[in-house]
T-cell receptor
Framework: DAKTTQPNSMESNEEEPVHLPCNHS???????IHWYRQLPSQGPEYVIH???SNVNNRMASLAIAEDRKSSTLILHRATLRDAAVYYC????????????FGAGTTVTVRA | DAGVIQSPRHEVTEMGQEVTLRCKPI?????LFWYRQTMMRGLELLIY????????DSGMPEDRFSAKMPNASFSTLKIQPSEPRDSAVYFC????????????????FGPGTRLLVL
C-alpha cells in the first residue's frame, strides 16, 4: 500500500485558514487521495477526495501537487468544531475498497 | 436516513465471555466494513463484505474473532472468548459502489461500540 506522511499536530486560531499537508511520494496513477476526519468520541467522517485536479466542497478544499506526490487540505475558516484528527489516505481506484488509516494530524483550534 | 447504526454503544464484559457487536448499514449500500480503534494501533480494518460476502478478512486478529452478514441490512462481529486486549472501539462503516469500479466512494461510519473487557 502506498503510504502517506502527515505532521502529528497543528494549531490554528478560530476564523483563520488551516493548511494540512500530506506527502505521498510513492503514489501510483490509480490512487485516489482521500481525507477523513474524526471528531472526539465519533466515527471518522468523509471530508473530500481527488485524483489529479484540485477539489472544493462545502467543508474544505483539496490542492494536489502537479506531480501528485503531495497534497494539502485547506479549511478556509477554522471553527472550534473543526478540532479533530485529520487522516490523509490513498486508495487504489482499480480494485481496492479499503481505507488504511495512519496516525493523522491532530488539529487544535484556539478560540 | 439514520446513518449506520451500531449496538450496543457500550459493552463491559469479563474475560472469557462472548461478545457480539451489531451493525445495520445504510440502506442500499453494498459494502460493509468492520474497524477497530485503539490508542496503540490506531484505526485498523478487520474485515469487509461486498453484497453480504466476506471479501478480505486478513485484518481479523485471530480465530476468536468472527464476522457474519446474513443479509444486506445486518452484520455481526463476534469475539469468543473475549480477552482484555480486545478492549477497543469497534466501528462499522458502509459504502455504495454499485458494482462498478470505485471512483472514490465515501465510507460512512457508525458511532462505534466501546468495548471494555475486564
Amino acid at each position: 500500500d502506498a503510504k502517506t506522511t502527515q505532521p502529528n499536530s497543528m494549531e490554528s486560531n478560530e476564523e483563520e485558514p488551516v493548511h494540512l499537508p500530506c506527502n505521498h511520494s510513492t503514489i501510483s496513477g490509480t490512487d485516489y487521495i482521500h481525507w477523513y476526519r474524526q471528531l472526539p468520541s465519533q466515527g471518522p467522517e468523509y471530508v473530500i477526495h481527488g485524483l489529479t485536479s484540485n477539489v472544493n466542497n462545502r467543508m474544505a478544499s483539496l490542492a494536489i501537487a502537479e506531480d501528485r506526490k503531495s497534497s494539502t487540505l485547506i479549511l478556509h475558516r477554522a471553527t472550534l468544531r473543526d478540532a479533530a484528527v485529520y487522516y490523509c489516505i490513498l486508495r487504489d481506484g482499480s480494485n481496492d475498497y479499503k481505507l488504511s488509516f495512519g496516525a493523522g494530524t491532530t488539529v487544535t483550534v484556539r478560540a | 436516513d439514520a446513518g449506520v447504526i451500531q449496538s450496543p454503544r457500550h459493552e463491559v464484559t469479563e474475560m472469557g465471555q462472548e461478545v457480539t457487536l451489531r451493525c445495520k448499514p445504510i440502506s442500499g449500500h453494498d459494502y460493509l466494513f468492520w474497524y477497530r480503534q485503539t490508542m496503540m494501533r490506531g484505526l485498523e480494518l478487520l474485515i469487509y463484505f461486498n453484497n453480504n460476502v466476506p471479501i478480505d478478512d486478513s485484518g481479523m486478529p485471530e480465530d476468536r474473532f468472527s464476522a457474519k452478514m446474513p443479509n444486506a441490512s445486518f452484520s455481526t462481529l463476534k469475539i469468543q472468548p473475549s480477552e482484555p486486549r480486545d478492549s477497543a472501539v469497534y466501528f462499522c462503516a458502509s459504502s455504495f459502489a454499485g458494482g462498478s469500479r470505485p471512483l472514490g466512494e465515501t465510507q460512512y461510519f457508525g458511532p462505534g461500540t466501546r468495548l471494555l473487557v475486564l
